[in-house]
């Protein structure tokens, strides 16, 4: 089985008291790298969010790093060419997928460029707009 991870289920790893954690931290260990993948924009979201956190949940960069380091080790990188990446939008664009919204587009592009059996996130009203292929991959760790 191929699993894909959204950024939404991968920042939660890395932080014990997220609510999120247990069943991500679950997730993220069950599949190694043959069986697992992210976006490539997913390390740059990771990195935002990781560093970006309010207050004490805010980690250095180069902590940041050592995390994206972690993601890189159990997952597969999958990037859009140039011409997927526009394709994937001008999609996005049609189904009238509007502001930050596209970075989800992107990231089910993604997904089924991998050919995952199943999406991870916990954003699943997100992907309800990226058609059936997408839509029935979708589940929470």
Not at 23 to 47: D, G, I, T
Not at 81 to 88: G, K, P
Request: hydrophobic share 40%; aromatic share 10%.
């Amino acid at each position: 089985m191929k699993a894909f991870f959204d950024s939404s289920v991968l920042v939660p790893v890395f932080y014990g008291d997220h609510q999120h954690h247990a069943a991500s931290m679950e997730c993220f260990l069950r599949f190694s790298k043959k069986q697992a993948c992210c976006a490539a924009h997913s390390l740059a979201e990771v990195y935002s969010s990781l560093t970006r956190m309010p207050g004490k949940d805010r980690i250095s960069g180069e902590q940041a790093m050592l995390f994206l380091g972690e993601i890189r080790e159990r997952m597969t990188i999958v990037s859009l060419d140039d011409e997927e990446y526009f394709r994937a939008i001008e999609g996005a664009s049609a189904a009238g997928v509007v502001g930050g919204t596209i970075y989800d587009a992107l990231l089910a592009h993604c997904a089924l460029k991998a050919k995952a059996e199943i999406i991870y996130t916990w954003n699943l009203k997100h992907y309800g707009q990226f058609g059936s292929e997408a839509v029935k991959r979708v589940r929470t760790p």
